[in-house]
């Protein structure tokens, strides 16, 4: 701890600011009585004075009410630093100009005293910008590290609702289904219905746990980012929906794809869910193209099809968790995929949106951040690829 520090934990901040004010109050009263004793005229004597209790004034004022100022208590110090340091630099400041300077100043009393004053006002305006500066910062990391607690603390409770939730759905489902095989020659076909109903709500009930799960711990159980070629993704998000593209006898093409930073497996996640709603939502074949393009930083993954089409009026809601724009009849799924693409897309450094309109198709675009130190990956040998009719 320097000099000024112990001075100031000495003396305390409030009345080192204060001492400071009545200083420089003190020499503008005792400066006008002794140019007046000794035949200055009142009124140029006074008007001195007054000029040099002006910034006095305010550091009395400023110093007796900074407790009650929107700055923490531990940032007190820094006013004082503040306010004490132009004080300092103006008095060496003017005492080198005096020795330095031929003739030295032509009135030291009046530069002594008016500068000074002045330059502990300056500091104290600093020191109060400062440790207001400083308080707003405390606040924010407050504030930051207590939604990450929040955020812990749901991921938590997330974890452990998925988990301990599983095994009473499963049994529900499971006993359901064992009551309908050993009682099937006393059922009605009523009561089937009813059995049937029960046992695809909690199916449906664990797979929004499942993929609930699976959204609160994007961050938290993401992988490190690597070079990740999205060309390996998107081949490997079509074997995987291998069987529906066969059901749907569904087209997708592939064009040139370039390298991006990124989790792996979270991006084959995406990719996935994006050519999973396209396959799903449309009346037709479904012909889907994926492209990519680059734009400065970053690199635009686009998933175009030719389904159903999005209403302008509910492109921002489908990308909340469990908003669903048809009954589950129409068209199946959580409501959870979607708002997932858009947290991995967030945790990469980018988002998500959709361009569409009714029964014009949509396509979905991924701001993606590029490879560090790459340039636009080559095209491959013999153009774009082509998964059809599988």
Known sequence: MGTGARLIETIGERRLIVAIGVVFLVAAAIRGYVRIASGT????ALFVSVFISIPALILLYGGYRLREMDIHPDFHSTVATWTTGGVLAMVGFLAVYNVVVEGGISNPDRAFTILPAFS?????????????IKTSKREIDTTVEQLRMSNERLEQFAYAASHDLQEPLRMVSSYLQLLERRADDELTDETREFLAYAVDGADRMRAMVDGLLVY???????KPFETVALEDVVERAVDDLGVLIEECDAEITVGDLPQVEGDEMQLHRLVQNLLQNALEYTDDDPRVRVTAERNGDTWILSVQDNGIGIDPANQDDIFEVFKRLHTR???????????????????????IWVDSEPGKGSTFSVSLPVERASQPSPKRRGGPSVSSRR
């Open 41 to 44: 005229a009142p009124t140029s």
């Open 120 to 132: 502990a006002l300056a500091g104290f305006a600093l020191g109060l910008r400062d440790a207001q």
């Open 329 to 351: 009849e129409e068209y199946p799924g959580t409501g959870i995929g979607l708002a997932l693409c858009q947290r991995i897309a967030e945790r990469h450094g980018g988002e």
């Open 216 to 222: 609160s711990r994007i961050d938290t159980e993401g």
